[in-house]
């Protein structure tokens, strides 16, 4: 609340003679001291080297923070520990081959990613898909979106001092874990998405889970609220910590909750519906104080209306195809493979070559993942391959911010603007 | 579709009802101390609930059928079905699987895999191999648990793939349901097209039906309603 009178009022220093006597110790064990014309190496400057391998900063992001005292003066960031040229890979694999690779970026809701790729692809190569695939597509993405904002959730709690608060979220997420094993065929990397839909359709286990779900999970969120709504000791490790005002945000390029938590209501999903975000009504929560507390009412209300969207989703799922029947596009059926030339052939077709999209054309296409905008842009030259996948990261935008709004702040609320930011490493470095 | 709306200035969208005393606290939410207790009783609550871990090692997680765990080659009548066409390595993202195709001229099949070889430390059970197989030959297995002492060890050959097809029934059948269906159309009456199919090898197709009497059953049967259109 008044980190920047107290910046102000106090100014450490320490007893001369302790520091004397300090010195001469030193150089009693045969060590000498290079003391600078300005600086006292032993006064309250120092140069803090947080991470990258320290569990609070989310990964493996560095930090190196100037500090006098307590106060951070200066932060700047070191990206890049977790880059494995995933964009240089892409130009090597086929767009179909190269969405597994997607899951490993924003690890926390690798269904948004998925998605994200197919749709951009589907952009360039001008590919229909099926209605219920959208509908499977949309489910998919909120239920990623719950499993990343409960991963923050628990860890901005966690980083605030409260540790079985964790746990808590993580019995939810285990729930959301199972339901992805039984929708996709895995708890972790998903690969559903395909370019043309998506890989098969909801079994009857999956979609009584996902019922399940979205009727038990308000009750938790209520509950979570509860415990934190009105407690002082969270509200004082959060209230006017990290703040980002409007326009400061929209300069740096703030996305997703980050940016809403500044009062800027923008968000892909109603702005540029892709998908059928369209046909479902939901609120995009907005907050002005721009503070870390702006940015947990922020995610805890988009979870609210996730949960929405998943209910509409199941109401109104069509039949149907779940994947485009054009075998110059997607994958044919495996039963036209096995029984017919022309399948097989279209079979060896896609995987060899994959879906080729005009030559010259490029194409980007963003979604709102959890963390914000994720984008794909795609050049094509008329081959099966990119020949350049730039990936818009929401991640590496909003640490631009970090590097910002930890200036001037104590050094102890560093993990929890962190934890506000909420980055995910592998989604930064790509 | 609805228009984004107010992008010009900042705004507070709250959807939380207390949102005019979401920052004030009262006396007794300042004192911090009820809110402790009542933070600690749905701690102790917690208690009662019902676990959700699992003791693994002594306890083994069954996955169910739509699970991609280890790529196996399916046994089909003690041998494989593999017809080394390399489709599933070219697929394959991390590029794992490696064969060499032989020929052998008594098998109705003709070609074989000489050496089948997927690296289990590269596979990154993405399911791309099932996904294109046209032999129905490589699918993912339930076995999630595997554990090797040395790379050279890691490297799965022929031998250690080939799983019996009776075993794999569960996912065999899942796939069936779930993925190889046309899309909406009825497909059935296609199988006969190809009776070399090396996974249809122990079906009787041969119907006693005479080429003029199979061609007026595929008209009769072009005008029949498919009996699932994908139901659900």
Redesign the interface.
């Known amino acids: 609340m008044s980190t920047k009178k107290l910046k102000d009022k106090v100014k450490p220093t320490f007893f001369k003679e302790h520091q004397e006597k300090l010195y001469q110790a030193l150089e009693d064990k045969h060590t000498t001291v290079e003391i600078m014309k300005d600086k006292d190496p032993l006064g309250t400057e120092m140069i803090l080297n947080m991470g990258p391998q320290h569990p609070a900063t989310h990964g493996v992001l560095r930090l190196a923070l100037q500090l006098n005292g307590e106060i951070i003066e200066k932060a700047k960031l070191d990206v890049g520990y977790l880059h494995r040229g995933v964009e240089k890979i892409a130009e090597n694999?086929t767009y179909?081959?190269?969405?597994?690779?997607t899951d490993r970026m924003d690890y926390l809701s690798p269904y948004s990613n998925n998605v994200a790729l197919c749709t951009a692809v589907e952009k360039i190569a001008n590919v229909e898909v099926p209605e219920r695939a959208h509908y499977i597509r949309m489910i998919g993405c909120e239920l990623a979106r719950i499993s990343s904002h409960l991963l923050w959730l628990g860890t901005l709690v966690m980083d605030a001092g409260?540790v079985?608060f964790f746990i808590?979220t993580f019995?939810e997420r285990?729930?959301l874990y199972d339901i992805f094993?039984?929708?996709?065929?895995?708890r972790f990397?998903v690969?559903h998405a395909r370019i043309g839909g998506v890989?098969?359709?909801?079994?009857?286990?999956?979609m009584a889970m996902i019922k399940d779900f979205a009727n038990d999970f308000p009750q938790e969120l209520k509950?979570w609220h509860?415990?934190l709504?009105?407690?002082?000791?969270f509200?004082d490790r959060n209230?006017g910590v990290g703040v980002l005002k409007?326009e400061e945000a929209l300069n740096k390029g703030a996305c997703g909750p980050t940016l809403r938590g500044?009062?800027?209501?923008?968000?892909i999903r109603?702005?540029a519906?892709y998908a059928r975000y369209?046909e479902v009504?939901f609120?995009?929560?907005?907050?002005?104080?721009g503070d870390n507390?702006a940015r947990y009412?922020v995610r805890m209300?988009e979870m609210?209306?996730s949960i929405r969207i998943i209910q509409q989703c199941l109401d109104k799922l069509p039949?149907?195809?779940i994947?485009t029947?054009n075998a110059k596009q997607a994958?044919p059926?495996?039963?036209?493979?096995?029984?017919?030339m022309e399948g097989?052939i279209h079979?060896?077709m896609?995987?060899?070559t994959g879906i080729c999209p005009p030559e010259g054309a490029e194409a980007y296409h963003a979604v709102e993942a959890a963390k914000g905008e994720l984008g794909y842009f795609i050049q094509s030259d008329g081959t099966g391959h990119p020949w350049r996948l730039k990936i818009k990261a929401p991640s590496f935008a909003n640490l631009q911010i970090l590097e910002f709004i930890l200036d001037g702040e104590m050094v102890a609320d560093t993990v929890v603007i962190i934890g506000g930011v909420d980055p995910v490493m592998g989604e930064c470095d790509k | 579709m609805a228009q984004p709306t107010n992008l010009e200035k900042p705004r507070a969208n709250a959807l939380n009802k207390d949102y005019d005393r979401e920052r004030s606290f009262s006396f007794l939410e300042n004192i911090y101390l009820p809110e402790i207790f009542k933070a600690l009783w749905y701690s102790f609550k917690q208690i009662f609930q019902p676990t959700v871990t699992m003791s693994y090692p002594e306890e083994k997680w069954d996955p169910p059928a739509i699970f991609r765990g280890r790529p196996v080659l399916v046994e089909d009548n003690g041998k494989e079905r593999c017809v080394a066409c390399g489709l599933c390595a070219r697929a394959c993202p991390p590029l794992a699987i490696s064969m060499q195709a032989n020929e052998d001229a008594d098998d109705p099949k003709e070609r074989y895999p000489d050496f089948f070889e997927i690296n289990m430390l590269r596979c990154i059970y993405c399911g791309y191999c099932e996904e294109v197989c046209p032999e129905e030959a490589i699918v993912m297995s339930k076995d999630y648990d595997i554990v090797f002492e040395s790379r050279e060890e890691a490297v799965y050959d022929k031998e250690r793939l080939l799983v019996p097809k009776e075993d794999l029934q569960e996912r065999l059948d899942f796939l069936r349901t779930y993925k190889n269906r046309q899309f909406g159309q009825f497909w059935d009456f296609q199988e006969e097209n190809n009776i070399h199919s090396v996974r249809d090898r122990d079906r009787e197709f041969n119907s006693g039906l005479s080429l003029v009497e199979l061609l007026e059953r595929q008209k009769e049967n072009d005008t029949v309603e498919a009996d699932s259109k994908w139901a659900r």
Not at chain 1, 181 to 186: A, E, I, N
Not at chain 1, 262 to 267: H, W
Not at chain 1, 283 to 289: F, G, Y
């Open positions: 694999k179909q081959e190269f969405m597994p690779y409260a079985s808590w019995r285990e729930k094993d039984q929708l996709t065929g895995h990397t690969s890989a098969n359709d909801i079994t009857d286990t999956a509950d509860g415990l709504d009105r407690n002082r000791i509200f209230e409007t500044s009062g800027y209501a923008y968000d109603k702005f519906p369209d009504e609120e995009v929560p907005t907050r002005l104080e507390l009412y209300e609210h209306e039949k149907g195809p994947r029947d994958y059926s495996k039963d036209e493979v096995y029984y017919s097989m079979d060896f896609m995987t060899d």
